[in-house]
């Protein structure tokens, strides 16, 4: 597998983990230290990995049969570092996310997002 399959892989897991509020998924896209920023509801939200998969467990899945959005509209990799930005919809909302990726030990995973969410 190249890397950018394997970074549009760990996308993928991501978006999947958010739409059907999959702990193991997201525990698996996202490194143990990463940090997830953005403006939500007028405030800068800063959320550790903990925070965020608990934020998305509580809103629940997505029905069974919802087909995912995910447009992975850049993706720029230069030897074990990538940035992805992707366009994904999440509980009703659409948001652009930045994901800073670092292949670690063989295996991409995110250490950082930073969103924006669409109004």
């Not at 993928?12 to 997201?26: D, I, K, R, S």
């Not at 850049?74 to 996310?97: H, Y």
Request: charged residues 20%; contains cysteine.
């Amino acid at each position: 597998m190249s890397d950018q399959q394997a970074i549009e892989a760990v996308v993928h897991l991501y978006v999947e983990g958010m739409t059907f509020a999959n702990e193991a998924a997201l525990r698996k896209a996202f490194h143990p230290q990463c940090d997830i920023i953005g403006h939500y509801e007028n405030a800068v939200e800063w959320l550790n990995r903990e925070e965020f998969i608990a934020a998305i467990v509580a809103e629940g899945s997505a029905p069974p049969t919802t087909q995912p959005h995910m447009d992975i509209q850049m993706l720029d990799i230069v030897g074990d570092a990538a940035c992805v930005k992707v366009s994904d919809d999440f509980a009703g909302m659409r948001f652009t996310d930045y994901l800073s990726m670092l292949k670690i030990e063989g295996r991409w995973m995110i250490v950082n997002k930073l969103y924006y969410l669409h109004t």
